[in-house]
């Protein structure tokens, strides 16, 4: 899923997320900050100085909230120099 900048124009949020009693939750976070800056976050790295994984549920109704190819995730994910 992927949500555009809400606070810097320009941004990106990508989330790979499953379903938990009823809530969808985020289990890898991708930011994409505006100057193209990549942090990934999951399990292995929950938070950095930069910041962390959501811990709120997904609202699939916001209308900022789009869905993504897993290869659009995945390639962003694997490309990403914040290992």
Same mark, same amino acid.
């Given at each position: 899923?992927?949500?555009?900048? +809400? ?9 790979? #997320? ?7 939750? #985020? ?9 193209? #800056? ?9 938070? /950095?100085?930069?910041?962390? +994984?959501? /811990?709120?549920? +997904?609202? +699939?109704? /916001? ?7 897993? *290869?659009?995730? *995945?390639?962003?994910?694997? *490309?990403?120099?914040?290992?």
């Amino acid at each position: 899923m992927d949500h555009e900048g +809400l606070v810097n124009e320009g941004a990106r949020w990508l989330w790979e #997320a499953i379903v938990v009693d009823h809530e969808t939750v #985020a289990v890898k976070q991708i930011e994409q900050d505006s100057s193209g #800056a990549v942090h990934r976050y999951w399990w292995r790295n929950i938070e /950095d100085d930069a910041g962390g +994984l959501t /811990d709120q549920a +997904l609202d +699939l109704a /916001d209308p900022g909230l789009t869905p993504v190819s897993r *290869s659009t995730f *995945s390639a962003l994910w694997d *490309s990403s120099t914040d290992k």
